[in-house]
């Protein structure tokens, strides 16, 4: 005799659950290939094969790619008809989304400061650049105290050397 509950689970609800386990496959597949992308496109423009602007313009073409691929998992997310394994999957691939959708993000931040400042560079003096790359370094240093916490500022306080005198 069957251990199954009769009418709770069907063939309509078997075929219903495959087709979310497959649609839920071709997800991560499809993020699988985006994080590739996302890879490739880090390591090859640090070793200067792709130009700066060239990977921005990929990065954001991946970003639109991972947004649709975003909403897809939100229309799947909302169905009632998960299983505990569906939808602890589509949790998975939704910590997978923002992971890389903020690695993407970074990076394009990162290139694009990098463009800036290379430009910045060419048309001031190396007096002014030095000047502002010291205060940018003011800034992050000021930024990490207003967000450090109490026990990182007493440790701070019995390691931190005097800062450096800078000119105002």
């Given at each position: 005799m069957s251990s199954e509950v009769p009418g709770l689970r069907g063939p309509a609800a078997g075929a219903s659950e495959d087709l979310l386990r497959q649609i839920e496959q071709e997800l991560s597949g499809i993020?699988?290939?985006?994080?590739?992308?996302?890879?490739?496109?880090?390591?090859?423009?640090?070793?200067?094969?792709?130009?700066?602007?060239?990977?921005?313009?990929?990065?954001?073409?991946l970003s639109r790619d991972l947004r649709a691929c975003f909403r897809r998992l939100g229309e799947l997310?909302?169905?009632?008809?998960?299983s505990f394994r569906t939808?602890?999957?589509?949790?998975?691939?939704d910590r997978r989304c923002v992971w890389l959708f903020r690695k993407i993000r970074l990076q394009e931040i990162f290139l694009r400061k990098l463009s800036l400042e290379t430009h910045l560079q060419r048309i001031v003096s190396s007096e002014a650049f030095t000047i502002y790359q010291t205060l940018i370094g003011l800034d992050e240093e000021e930024q990490d105290m207003q967000s450090s916490d109490d026990p990182r500022i007493r440790a701070a306080i019995l390691t931190e050397e005097d800062p450096p005198n800078t000119p105002p």
């Open positions: 993020l699988n290939i985006l994080e590739g992308r996302f890879l490739y496109l880090v390591r090859e423009s640090g070793r200067g094969a792709i130009p700066p602007e060239a990977v921005v313009g990929e990065l954001t073409f997310a909302e169905r009632r008809d998960l939808a602890r999957e589509l949790q998975e691939i």
